[in-house]
Structures are given as structure tokens and as C-alpha cells.
């Protein structure tokens, strides 16, 4: 078992940026893949970015390409998702997710298949 607490969340005005944190607890950190999912309100959840076990490989939704950064730091125990030039689209809750290392976001946008689940973060950007 692993639990994740994400954190970092907020209310910021468009073009600003925040950095979100999800900090992993159980299980060895650096055995799973992780990623960053959104929800916004009335919307499906959706992909956002994803990192493997060692760091060395990222992938990102087209519509954060550029602006967002994932990160992770095994020996914290830490996945971050550093947010720039923030849109009001972004308004969302954000959830971390410990992935299999077979996962691909255009098979499982959702992130059905993700293992284990953050509680969330809200980001709230302002016009």
C-alpha cells in the first residue's frame, strides 16, 4: 500500500504559477511510476503528466506542454508539478497517482489503471 498527500494548491491569477507536491508514503517510492491527473468541475478526469521511476523520462498532455514541469525526488519520497503561466482552463482539483510502468496516456487517460490515489488539491486560477 502507498498513500499519497498531495499538497500546494491554491488561488492564483492567470500567467502566475504554483508548485504542487505529492508526498508518498509505505511502499519503496522509487519502485512506481507517477503522474498527475485533473479534474475539473462537470469534466471527466484527465491526464496530465507523467514521470517514470528513475526520473530520466517525463510525458505531458499537449495542453500543458511547455508550461507544467514533473519532478521527483526518490530520496523525499516526492512527486512536484511545477505550474507556470497558469490559464483559467487549469482551474481543477489535482490528484497524484502511482502508476504501472506500462502506462500510457492514450490508453488510459483517466488513469483507470493508475494504483493508488492522492485525496487531491484544488488550483483555482483567477482572469
Known amino acids: 500500500q502507498v498513500q499519497l498527500v498531495e499538497s500546494g494548491g491554491g488561488l492564483v491569477q492567470a500567467g502566475g504559477s504554483l508548485r504542487l507536491s505529492c508526498a508518498a508514503s509505505?511502499?519503496?517510492?522509487?519502485?512506481?511510476?507517477m503522474g498527475w491527473f485533473r479534474q475539473a468541475p462537470g469534466k471527466e478526469r484527465e491526464f496530465v503528466a507523467a514521470?517514470?521511476?528513475?526520473?530520466?523520462?517525463?510525458g505531458y498532455a499537449d495542453s500543458v506542454k511547455g508550461r507544467f514541469t514533473i519532478s521527483r525526488d526518490n530520496a523525499e519520497n516526492t512527486v512536484y508539478l511545477q505550474m507556470n503561466s497558469l490559464k483559467p482552463e487549469d482551474r481543477a482539483v489535482y490528484y497524484c497517482?502511482?502508476?504501472?510502468?506500462?502506462?500510457?496516456?492514450?490508453?488510459?487517460?483517466?488513469?483507470?489503471?493508475?494504483?493508488?490515489w492522492g485525496q487531491g488539491t484544488q488550483v483555482t486560477v483567477s482572469s
Open positions: 497517482a502511482a502508476l504501472r510502468d506500462n502506462y500510457r496516456p492514450l490508453a488510459d487517460p483517466r488513469g483507470k489503471e493508475s494504483l493508488y
Open positions: 509505505g511502499r519503496t517510492f522509487s519502485n512506481y511510476a
Open positions: 514521470i517514470n521511476r528513475s526520473g530520466a523520462s517525463t
